[in-house]
């Protein structure tokens, strides 16, 4: 094996090849992992034990661990230690010399490292009562930071972890706890039943003086057997006054019931508790037995329907994956889609029938589709089925791709193949790879004997082509404005492969009439697409619709490219469609106008300004208040912004007066008017809600102040008695969000030297106090780039310098969040996009870097292409005046 895996520094981004490599040579039988966690609160100890013992057989007598580590001490291999200057090279430990007939073991002693990244082992320092607090992140390949493994998903074994800590801590991983011994020292071990198989990168450990509520699921299973499920909720102990964990448990428990008769297999985890931590890099994460979430879902805010309804869906989400990825796991990171669109779709389905929430459906078209017509129209997109060679490129496939198109894909395979079918599908497929590794074939061999029908062609025509497909009605009329034709077009480009994309759809149309100011569907057609167009008789004979809705239900993936007389009719009328699905298809396709630069900013503004106040739904209405402003500051022509702002100004500060006091549509508008207000306008409304007291009701809350004082100084109006103001507000409640929202105001400053500052804090990575943890960073950037383009233009030769060593020195999490963070997005357009000098800077270092790293230039080529689409849509704004 060694003859065909080179050694080579640095080896942390493993390859496709050298992965199947070693699955081949490889099996794995089980591993125990001992971590010693008590230094874990000593803000000095940078590191902790790490003890991991392998068992496996290896064909070829060699083979490599990976561990990224501060220190290796000591391997054994069958009880004989090696020479370590010859075996660890950088994140590996190579291994030569195994026995072939037999088992062999191996035990790694070394040091792992603390990480502020939210890679690895996190550690977090509540800032409200000092204590520590740990949790992990392993996905896709960050097992390695914290103990030895063969990290690749199909390399499944059993895991058994010992976790040593403080006596008085929570400690916890997969599986419960079998054993628990107190030290006189004040600590503590506790050993945990070893898990079925599974991958190393859904392991998961838990450590910290967490607040535990505990309950209990009890599952009559189909053959009348009891089956009892420990379930727990947990939280940081400051954060135990705002946590909701009985609504938690409840919507855990509606979702194990529901789950157990969709698959009609037993869950095999065990326990099943939820964690929620702070500073962490994901909405969630499946980890079974322990699955992990950011404590962004412990709301300290007024918390709307919306965030309610995302918490359910991403509860939902996860335990889909104990099916969908857990038990039956993708061989490799191509596959990724096998579990997360699955995930995205059968999470949205129970979050729609399981639990009391109404418009997930809705909330899922207005916002996991329109993620996934951003991705997809992206220069870096790629087929649900993707090409991942390498860990980097994984890493970054976790995109609007890989989870709402394929869960909207698969929407429209449940409509293709039929519901009972898809679920009949999923019970065999369960049945037959219960812990083992699937790829794309697995899964289709399921749906064709479930379905009887022919899957390769779909497959090709929907996961191994690229490109958003469009859908428009053409039709003809009379002298009399009769129709006397009428068709279905479906048209689009690859952008990989070139060819015109033509997929099947099964959907339906709908015709609306406008009377009273309400449009009402008269007529709907199913219909069955499988090539370039169909005729739509059901239109002929009749006038002109106010509205033809292609996709009336949203049963398939694609934009809608709107007749003219329909876009006129939703631009005047759209509050008088009150079905609220439809309504969110259509403010969807509306907004893929804009951004497609075919639908000037200032109309589409307008739209919201007149009609989102109609929308009851809070996850649509939060949608359309976050395009409003990204719609003024970045796709309106510059000289049209002002007038913008103060418009909108006014007429969200008109719905505050509208909206019931406290209700979820007055929160969402005050904290979209805080927003626009760092541009200065609003100013009496922001005065009014750090003051405390306003005429409008609006209850004052955590979220709302800190957005309020980050308007200030982004506005420029934070003075001495503002920002003493602030900081005794931050002092007297000294959350992380406080924390967080003063750095970010402090950046927001518009001072020459202060953005100098916060530059550098964000390239550092570190300010005058250490190093930063992911979220602080993060929170400095957001407030340095709150700026005019004037302003930050001075920094953009500097940025472009500093991308290759930032992407070289720090970790895949850090780089992106730094890249990303910092890039020039906000600009002007003056003359044409092409003088535009961050555009032809960008150009220019994608010309002399064709040699960087894929996932680099993955991230450089995206940002890139939003300028773009910036530039271009201000021109179109500009050219529709």
């Not at 037959?432 to 590794?437: F, I, Q, R």
């Not at 409008?696 to 503002?722: C, F, T």
């Not at 950037?781 to 920094?795: I, P």
Request: aromatic share 10%.
């Amino acid at each position: 094996m060694v003859d065909t895996l080179e050694r080579y520094a640095p080896n942390e981004n493993l390859r496709r090849d050298e992965a199947a490599l070693r699955a081949a040579d490889i099996t794995w039988h089980f591993a125990e992992v001992q971590l010693d966690l008590s230094n874990a609160a000593d803000q000095d100890a940078t590191s902790y034990p790490s003890v991991t013992t392998l068992n496996f057989s290896s064909a070829s007598g060699q083979t490599f661990l990976d561990f990224i580590h501060e220190s290796v001490q000591e391997v054994l291999v069958n009880g004989s230690p090696i020479d370590l200057n010859e075996a660890v090279l950088d994140s590996r430990i190579y291994l030569t010399g195994l026995l072939t007939d037999t088992a062999n073991t191996v035990r790694v002693t070394g040091r792992a490292i603390y990480s502020r990244s939210g890679e690895g082992l996190h550690r977090f320092v509540d800032p409200q009562d000092g204590e520590t607090y740990l949790y992990t992140q392993f996905e896709p390949s960050e097992a390695r930071r914290v103990f030895a493994c063969f990290e690749q998903p199909d390399l499944k074994t059993s895991y058994r972890f010992t976790l040593t800590g403080p006596s008085a801590w929570h400690l916890a991983s997969n599986q419960p706890i079998v054993d628990e011994v107190f030290h006189e020292n004040g600590t503590k071990t506790v050993v945990c039943s070893p898990t079925p198989k599974i991958s190393s990168y859904i392991t998961a450990v838990l450590a910290g003086p967490y607040h535990v509520v505990r309950g209990e699921h009890v599952q009559e299973l189909a053959d009348g057997e009891e089956l009892v499920i420990d379930m727990a909720a947990t939280c940081r102990a400051s954060l135990a006054e705002h946590f909701d964990s009985e609504e938690i448990l409840e919507l855990t428990s509606r979702g194990l019931s529901y789950f157990h008769e969709l698959f009609d297999y037993p869950y095999p985890w065990g326990k099943y508790d939820s964690a929620f931590v702070p500073e962490y890099n994901l909405g969630a994460m499946e980890n079974p037995g322990l699955v992990t979430f950011t404590e962004r879902y412990v709301f300290t805010s007024h918390a709307t329907e919306a965030q309610h309804e995302q918490r359910a869906n991403t509860i939902m989400h996860e335990m889909a994956h104990m099916w969908f990825g857990d038990l039956v796991t993708m061989k490799w990171w191509d596959d990724l889609w096998l579990k997360e669109s699955f995930a995205d779709y059968i999470g949205t389905l129970a979050n729609d029938v399981a639990t009391d929430f109404t418009t997930a459906w809705t909330t899922f078209a207005a916002r996991r589709k329109a993620w996934a017509y951003v991705a997809d129209q992206m220069p870096t997109t790629h087929p649900i089925v993707a090409d991942i060679p390498d860990l980097l490129a994984a890493d970054q496939n976790f995109d609007g791709i890989t989870y709402a198109k394929g869960a909207s894909v698969l929407k429209q395979l449940a409509a293709f193949v039929g519901e009972e079918a898809f679920r009949d599908a999923a019970r065999a497929y369960f049945r037959k790879h219960a812990y083992g590794n699937t790829s794309l074939d697995d899964f289709l061999q399921a749906l064709e004997t479930a379905s009887g029908r022919d899957m390769s062609q779909w497959a090709d025509a929907w996961l191994k082509t690229s490109g958003v497909p469009k859908l428009r009605v053409d039709y003809t009329t009379d002298e009399t404005g009769t129709i006397t034709e009428a068709s279905l077009v479906q048209f689009g480009t690859d952008p990989i492969t070139g060819e015109a994309i033509l997929r099947p759809h099964v959907l339906s149309v709908g015709a609306y009439e406008l009377a009273e100011g309400k449009l009402a569907r008269t007529e709907v057609a199913s219909v069955e697409l499988t090539g370039e167009s169909i005729s739509l008789d059901f239109l002929v004979g009749k006038p002109v619709p106010a509205l033809i809705l292609p996709n009336d239900g949203d049963e398939t993936y694609a934009v809608i490219e709107f007749d003219p007389a329909s876009r006129a009719t939703l631009l005047g009328s759209l509050s008088g469609l009150t079905d609220s699905l439809p309504r969110a298809t259509c403010w969807a396709s509306l907004w893929d106008a804009v951004r497609s630069a075919t639908l000037d900013a200032q109309s589409y503004i307008g739209a919201i300004l007149d009609h989102a106040h109609t929308v009851s739904d809070a996850g649509v209405f939060t949608v359309l208040t976050d395009q409003l402003l990204h719609s003024i500051s970045f796709y309106a022509a510059p000289e049209l912004r002002e007038q913008l702002r103060l418009r909108a100004s006014s007429v969200l500060t008109g719905w505050l007066a509208q909206f019931e006091a406290g209700s979820d549509q007055q929160m969402t508008t005050a904290r979209a008017l805080a927003r626009l207000a760092r541009a200065g306008v609003a100013s009496e409304v922001i005065d009014a809600f750090i003051a405390g007291e306003n005429s409008y009701q609006v209850p004052v809350d955590e979220q709302l102040l800190w957005d309020s004082y980050i308007a200030l100084a982004a506005s420029g109006r934070l003075d001495e008695a503002a920002r003493a103001g602030m900081h005794e507000a931050a002092k007297a409640n000294p959350t992380s969000v406080a924390q967080n929202a003063v750095r970010t105001a402090m950046a927001a400053l518009p001072d020459a030297q202060v953005k100098e500052q916060a530059f550098d804090t964000v390239l550092m990575a570190r300010d005058e106090h250490g190093s930063l943890s992911n979220d602080a960073l993060s929170a400095t950037a957001a407030g340095f780039t709150m700026g005019s383009a004037a302003l930050l233009s001075g920094f953009e030769e500097r940025y472009w310098a500093a991308i290759l060593p930032v992407f070289e020195t720090m970790s895949m999490e850090f780089a992106t969040r730094v890249i990303r963070g910092l890039y020039p997005q906000a600009q002007d357009l003056e003359g044409s996009a092409e003088d535009n000098k961050a555009l032809n800077a960008a150009n220019t270092w994608l010309e002399r870097h064709e040699g960087a790293p894929g996932a680099l230039k993955r991230i450089m080529l995206e940002e890139r292409a939003s300028l773009q689409r910036s530039l271009a849509a201000q021109a179109h704004s500009r050219n529709s005046r």
